[in-house]
């Protein structure tokens, strides 16, 4: 096996394991220059690149190789300045990195607006999952900062957000590009208004930011607590806003849920359009991998689409990176896989939910409804308490698929008939409750997603 071969091999395992940001950043730029001695040495573009690669990559490395060359005991890197982008051998450039990447890459982010152009409606699979979301978005386009001002998106992670904020952003641009539009993450927006205020530049920062016209604030819920940054929002959401520019939000959920944000601010992102985006449906999942089945241009059949859609019911992202699984044991094997290859694939890598425990459940909403786990447990009729305690109780049911005899117990010691009775009301009350709803959603996230 030559050395490009076992790099290519090797190279093919680890964008299975890495995110695609990372295989671009850390591994494009690599190639094996010498085996000799049973040692294998990774030439990389500078000392940058060497010391992550060192600390981050390399037991993975060395155990991927010798998964070809068993002989192999040791990984070494060295820098070879050439390997730049623009010196690189074209062959490496063509072999290395798959072709989504390269799309990716030739996307490349415009600085001014923090756009990148492969988020498109072209590519936006429209369902009932999302459909108000969207007509909203056409609404905006339409007619900038006379309709849905501010438009408040939210939604669980990997269902779409940040491609659909893109999207109007890059629309709007393509219609008008003389139209000032700026995307940006809470976190990024917070850490540029730090260091304003560091260097004494605050005054620029402010007018910089008052000056757009399309301003588009992506996971605005991590600006929870942080004080000094919720009140530049507030101010250039007011200055915007009085001059009929355009505000987008994003948030994994409404205003109203989120902690320890001023009321000032919650009671103005609540006073345009507010719309969620839920998990797809089945024919949207599908219709999904089939148009990033013709992006990719890679050869599945139907049946394995049909597979994956039914399999993986949580996020789109999710969704993709099976495709890019798939894609990626395509070009390894050259030659198509069957259905039963596909399971197997999948089977390794798709995570399972985690199973969740009674005492979770019920340490989920107390926290969630800011009371102590005692109080659902003794037996009171205060108002702030029974309703906590009867999602508990449906939860349990629900989720932990506990008998009404241990959710009472579980619960104080309560007869069977309490648990029944509470199950049957909260799920009554879901039917037509729309802030139940999120609620609920909220809480399972928290039990099923930020477990140690």
């Avoid at 939210?154 to 590009?177: C, D, F, M, S, W």
């Amino acid at each position: 096996m030559t050395n490009e071969e076992l790099w290519q091999k090797t190279l093919d395992e680890i964008q299975c394991e890495v995110s695609t940001a990372n295989f671009i950043t850390w591994f494009q730029h690599t190639i094996i220059t010498e085996q000799k001695d049973q040692n294998v040495t990774v030439g990389v573009p500078n000392a940058f690149v060497k010391e992550w690669i060192e600390s981050k990559y390399q037991k993975p490395i060395l155990k991927i190789v010798r998964n070809f060359i068993p002989d192999i005991r040791s990984i070494e890197f060295s820098i070879l300045p050439k390997l730049s982008q623009k010196q690189q051998p074209l062959s490496v450039v063509k072999k290395q990195v798959p072709q989504e990447q390269q799309e990716i890459q030739e996307l490349s982010i415009d600085r001014e607006t923090n756009l990148n152009p492969r988020y498109s409606f072209d590519n936006f699979i429209v369902g009932s999952f999302n459909e108000l979301a969207y007509a909203a978005s056409q609404a905006i386009i339409n007619n900038l900062g006379a309709v849905y001002n501010p438009f408040f998106v939210y939604g669980g992670v990997g269902l779409g957000k940040t491609h659909l904020l893109q999207a109007i952003g890059n629309e709007i641009r393509k219609n008008n590009p003389h139209t000032k539009v700026k995307y940006i993450s809470s976190e990024k927006f917070t850490n540029e208004f730090i260091t304003a205020v560091q260097n004494k530049e605050t005054n620029y920062f402010k007018e910089r930011y008052r000056a757009i016209d399309l301003l588009i604030i992506d996971d605005i819920q991590f600006i929870s607590k942080k004080v000094q940054t919720q009140e530049e929002i507030f101010h250039t959401f007011n200055t915007l806003y009085e001059n009929n520019k355009q505000i987008i939000l994003s948030s994994d959920r409404p205003p109203k849920l989120i902690e320890n944000l001023e009321e000032r601010l919650r009671s103005r992102f609540e006073g345009g359009m507010i719309a969620d985006i839920s998990e797809p449906e089945y024919e949207a999942r599908l219709a999904i991998l089939h148009t990033k089945r013709k992006e990719k241009d890679i050869i599945i059949t139907d049946d394995i689409l049909e597979y994956i859609a039914a399999s993986i019911k949580s996020n789109i992202r999710e969704l993709e990176g099976a495709l890019n699984l798939i894609a990626v044991r395509l070009r390894l094997q050259k030659s198509s896989l069957s259905l039963a290859e596909v399971k197997d694939i999948l089977s390794k890598h798709i995570q399972p939910r985690k199973v969740v425990t009674a005492k979770q459940i019920i340490n989920a909403v107390s926290k969630f409804y800011n009371t102590q786990e005692k109080f659902l447990i003794e037996k009171t009729r205060r108002k702030d308490i029974v309703k906590p305690r009867q999602i508990a109780m449906y939860l349990l049911r629900e989720d932990f698929n506990g008998s009404y005899p241990y959710i009472g117990q579980k619960l104080g010691g309560r007869d069977h008939t309490t648990a029944i009775h509470s199950y049957e009301k909260i799920a009554r009350d879901l039917k037509n409750n729309k802030q139940l709803q999120e609620e609920l959603k909220q809480i399972r996230l928290n039990f099923y997603y930020n477990q140690d």
